[in-house]
């Protein structure tokens, strides 16, 4: 330890950190650490931690809050850790282990699958460390209102971690009216100190971390070592062939007459893409990615139907959201054992800061939506010395000759690009989104503080909830609409007093675990399970003899027990597509932007792969043959246009419904839309371009756009889980505020108006 300051600070640790450090052979403390210790020991601040994975961000903030516990032991449970997944708190806590061994703080987890012996032992003597989960704290606050006190009447720190998938969201705006809640019940707020490798505006982050705390928040910013990457993408088209094209939804492996497996038949294989992710991963620890529970599905039956084709062992493993604890704690026990060679197939629930050691490769299938997915999904290879590596790989239908000009661009393959380069030359990340209306939130908040209090003057629990952070532009007649709303369906009850408590629907909701969550479940109710074994969760049960595919095997149905919600199966060879209802990712307008430029440019990218680059070029030639870099309303033949805004989702989103607000004014008709990439539609040919243009550009110019205008009087747009027992009036209203976006188009129509006037 040379430098002063790191001297300083190394000394300042409590005894067993320090050697905790020698025995790990650190030969400095890192520049975060250095930091995160001057706010921690120096200044009584919330402090928020923003450095790339693996650069050390839990030890920062745990040794000086350690220390500071070892000479100071607090009367209750010093240390509120939360953490948005199950896996990121068992994995802090086997992480820590060592480093708590030494200190005798004693470390609790708590949350779904935690067993009811380990939580007592924490009830009868609070103390140490407690990790929990947002929906665990929920049911803390509401069903052990009486125990807060006892429980965390010393609390000194609340650790956020992976803030970046919290800040502005109902989960993460949940959080802050817990932690709020918190604060009342024991009488002073804890330090709080946030967790992240990707915050694209620190301002935003560091507003909603303190938000009603009553203590400034710092968030220094440390100078990292350049990062160097080891990135390829490659492209592929879907095979058209019959002998490689899968010849139904399932592709069932016979059996022969006397039990044992036929060799596979030639359909088994699969187009040169899937091949191709194969052997980028054979013989290398992995990852590979997808955006969404099907296709990690589809990925994983495949991965395995290669390896049974080529003879290959199966060491192909999956996690997702709706798989079962023992499933998902299998993959990640052995991507962490260096002795096991193994390939887990994942959604995001892999993505953020579980420590499976020495990772060789990620492997994303497509793009993700957003740099900041990107950056974390990287940042899971490289661990150890060793430079991040991911390979992109991109699969698309061999277009047809009468394939429209739109379809004919590989969007994703421009998106991926789009975004690396973003990073790479002005380090963009999505800045935190943020949320005017979260009524969802606001019901949920409601009955919970109910629930927990009894009863409430009607006067006092208004005040209660309009004082939380996330409902400060909520107004006051908002509120009392919903109340009101909320009495009249019996979510709430108005006593004789005068008082409100829950009513019996509300009683119906808060009495059933899935409540404490804020985040739509989906209605997965059906456990499956092969003999002893459970596997995961489903929607809908199918019947007896049907076949659904989970954890990336085929099963099929040999009974049910729908009183149980049980479905009871035997695994079968094959493989299957499978379903589960979602929302899609929201696209930055920044990304948009870049996919321009991208598209209609001439720079070589060198991370492109002979595919990759040969589509580019075709995509290319095909946008400058169509004028996509002058013009961004195109002629598609005879009555049809197609224009391409550039603008991200909520953008795009309002300016969609904006011309269809003005269509019968200009004849258009038939409007429809890709994504947030272009939208088509016809246009009387008594209407040029030009004047649509022009019309629209004065229109907004003379008005500007009015986003409750864009919303129907009939329009329910429900998108929280507990939207649809929101009125229609404040969904309308919430979703004009929190959905759509004007200012981007704004600025943009008049550049389009600009492309027909130079």
Avoid at 225 to 246: G, P, S, V
Avoid at 304 to 331: V, Y
Avoid at 567 to 581: A, D, F, H, N
Avoid at 671 to 692: N, P, Q, R
Wanted: net charge negative.
């Amino acid at each position: 330890m040379e430098n002063n300051d790191a001297n300083a600070v190394f000394y300042r640790y409590a005894p067993f950190i320090q050697d905790f450090i020698y025995k790990n052979n650190w030969a400095a403390l890192r520049g975060v650490q250095l930091a995160a210790a001057k706010v921690l020991f120096d200044t009584d601040h919330n402090l928020l931690i923003t450095s790339s994975t693996a650069s050390g961000k839990t030890e920062a903030a745990f040794f000086p809050i350690l220390s500071q516990l070892w000479e100071n032991p607090p009367q209750s449970v010093g240390v509120l850790y939360i953490a948005p997944l199950k896996s990121l708190i068992n994995d802090q806590f086997y992480r820590m282990e060592e480093l708590l061994d030494l200190s005798g703080i004693p470390v609790t987890h708590w949350h779904g699958d935690v067993a009811a012996s380990h939580k007592n032992k924490l009830m009868n003597k609070p103390e140490g460390i407690l990790q929990i989960t947002p929906e665990s704290l929920e049911s803390m606050l509401m069903n052990r209102s009486n125990d807060i006190v006892r429980l965390f009447s010393d609390l000194r720190y609340i650790v956020i971690d992976e803030i970046h998938i919290l800040t502005g969201t109902d989960r993460g705006n949940q959080i802050i009216c817990q932690l709020c809640r918190l604060g009342r019940l024991i009488g002073h707020h804890p330090r709080r100190i946030g967790l992240s490798a990707t915050v694209g505006d620190l301002s935003i982050a560091v507003r909603w971390l303190g938000g009603g705390s009553g203590r400034e928040t710092d968030a220094p910013v440390v100078k990292e070592d350049k990062n160097r990457w080891r990135l390829a993408m490659e492209h592929f088209y879907i095979q058209n062939d019959e002998q490689n094209q899968t010849p139904s939804a399932m592709t069932t492996v016979p059996e022969t007459e006397d039990g044992s497996v036929a060799p596979p038949p030639k359909h088994a294989m699969l187009d040169a893409g899937f091949e191709y992710m194969y052997d980028c991963v054979q013989h290398k620890k992995s990852l590979i990615f997808s955006n969404s529970r099907e296709e990690t599905e589809y990925i994983t039956a495949t991965m395995r139907q290669i390896a049974e084709h080529r003879g290959d062992p199966d060491i192909f493993l999956i996690h997702h959201g709706n798989l079962s604890a023992a499933i998902r704690e299998e993959a990640e026990t052995k991507m962490k054992d260096e002795e096991v060679q193994a390939v887990t197939c994942a959604t995001v629930t892999l993505e953020l800061g579980i420590d499976i050691g020495r990772l060789e490769r990620v492997v994303q299938s497509g793009a993700p939506y957003t740099v900041s997915s990107l950056l974390q999904r990287l940042g899971r290879s490289g661990r150890r010395g060793a430079p991040p590596e991911m390979m992109m790989i991109f699969r698309e239908e061999n277009p047809t000759p009468e394939t429209p000009l739109p379809q004919l661009i590989p969007w994703e393959l421009i998106r991926g690009i789009a975004m690396v380069q973003l990073y790479i030359e002005d380090h963009f990340i999505e800045p935190p989104s943020t949320k005017k209306m979260p009524f969802s939130l606001l019901f949920q908040q409601t009955l919970s503080i109910l629930a927990s209090s009894g009863e409430l003057e009607p006067k006092r629990l208004a005040e209660r909830i309009l004082a939380l952070p996330p409902f400060e532009n909520t107004d006051k007649e908002d509120y009392r609409e919903l109340l009101l709303s909320m009495i009249k369906n019996d979510f709430v009850e108005m006593t004789d007093e005068r008082t409100l408590i829950v009513g019996l629907k509300g009683e119906k909701l808060t009495n059933n675990f899935r409540f404490y969550a804020v985040f739509k479940d989906q209605d997965v109710d059906y456990s499956v399970r092969c003999e002893s074994d459970e596997i995961g969760t489903i929607t809908s049960p199918p019947p007896v003899g049907d076949r659904f595919a989970l954890a990336g095997h085929v099963w099929e149905v040999t009974e049910l027990d729908l009183a149980r919600k049980l479905v009871y199966v035997r695994q079968v060879k094959g493989k299957m597509e499978v379903s589960w209802p979602g929302d899609y990712g929201e696209v930055n307008t920044a990304i948009l932007k870049k996919m321009r430029e991208v598209l209609c440019g001439t720079k070589e990218y060198p991370y492109l792969k002979p595919n990759a680059k040969q589509r580019l070029d075709v995509a290319r030639r095909i946008a400058k043959n169509a004028g996509l870099g002058e013009h961004s309303l195109v002629s598609l033949g005879g009555m049809t246009w197609c224009l391409f805004p550039w603008l991200g989702t909520r953008s795009f989103r309002t300016l969609r419904k904006y011309i269809t607000k003005h269509a019968k004014e200009y004849k258009i008709t038939s409007l429809e839309f890709e994504g947030c990439y272009y939208m088509t539609f016809k246009m009387d040919d008594s209407v040029s371009d030009y004047a649509l243009i022009r019309g629209l550009n004065a229109l907004i110019k003379k008005e500007g756009i009015d986003r409750i205008s864009l919303v129907g009087n009939t329009e329910l747009p429900v998108f929280e889980k507990y939207d649809p027992f929101i009125p229609g009036e404040l969904l309308r209203r919430a979703y004009a505020a929190d959905k759509l976006r004007t200012d981007e188009i704004e600025r943009r129509m008049p550049e389009i108006l600009a492309e027909y006037e130079e």
